[in-house]
């Protein structure tokens, strides 16, 4: 029995070693072939069925994919320790107005830019790119070196490396959303994984209970779905 997982560089840094894990733990007999890539790829593969379960960032194009939110994360602005705003407990946008930023390009992440661009315009300020990068850690690599400032997501501040500060941004509405996706019309193992997926993000989530004590509902949801769709 296999199981073909994708997952992008967000999963990467936060659930998705858990739920693998927790997953292993109630189905050993399931042998998990998982692929890191970007969320297209992912969603070009599961429409031609060459790939079960993706860990993307929605939106998607088309209405084949369904989409169950795992996270929803804040973005946080990333500075040069020396930059003059390196000290302050938080940045507004109209504060980081006309500053060198370094973004993610818009041609691999078009959504993450028009959520930038929409902040900076909402607060009257100017956006102004000086370099497009295909990946957060680089992003964070090239402010440390003094090549301007970026925003990403919060998950990305395990990436901080000497040189850099990361702060809270005010008054944001940016934020980036993890789901696990899924043809729509799978059933039986795959939509089995998509289900405990969700219920052990949120109980990882909630923290309110020994991960033991909801263990047996979480084998249940990941043995007694796939009984049901035989």
Do not use: W
Not at 59 to 71: A, K, N, Q
Not at 72 to 84: I, N
Not at 85 to 99: D, H, I, K, N, Y
Not at 191 to 210: I, K
Request: charged share 20%; proline share 6%; hydrophobic share 40%.
């Amino acid at each position: 029995t296999e199981l073909s997982i994708g997952y992008n560089s967000v999963a990467e840094c936060s659930v998705f070693s858990h739920v693998i894990s927790a997953f292993r733990k109630v189905r050993p007999d399931v042998n998990l072939t998982c692929r890191n890539m970007r969320t297209p790829e992912q969603v070009e593969l599961m429409q031609r069925n060459k790939l079960d379960l993706g860990f993307i960032c929605p939106p998607v194009t088309g209405d084949d994919i369904d989409l169950h939110v795992l996270t929803q994360q804040p973005f946080v602005v990333v500075l040069p320790a020396k930059h003059r705003l390196a000290a302050a407990s938080s940045v507004s946008f109209r504060q980081l107005s006309g500053e060198p930023m370094v973004v993610c390009s818009r041609a691999l992440d078009p959504d993450s830019f028009r959520q930038l661009q929409r902040e900076f315009d909402s607060a009257g300020s100017i956006l102004n790119v000086v370099c497009e990068l295909e990946s957060a850690q680089a992003m964070i690599r090239f402010a440390a070196t003094g090549n301007g400032c970026c925003v990403v997501p919060e998950y990305a501040s395990q990436l901080l490396c000497p040189g850099v500060v990361a702060k809270r941004m005010d008054s944001s509405r940016m934020v980036r959303v993890l789901a696990v996706a899924i043809r729509k019309g799978r059933e039986g193992l795959a939509q089995s994984f998509c289900d405990f997926a969700v219920m052990h993000v949120n109980e990882m989530n909630a923290s309110t209970a020994p991960p033991r004590a909801q263990r047996p509902a979480l084998a249940a949801v990941a043995t007694d779905n796939v009984r049901a769709r035989r």
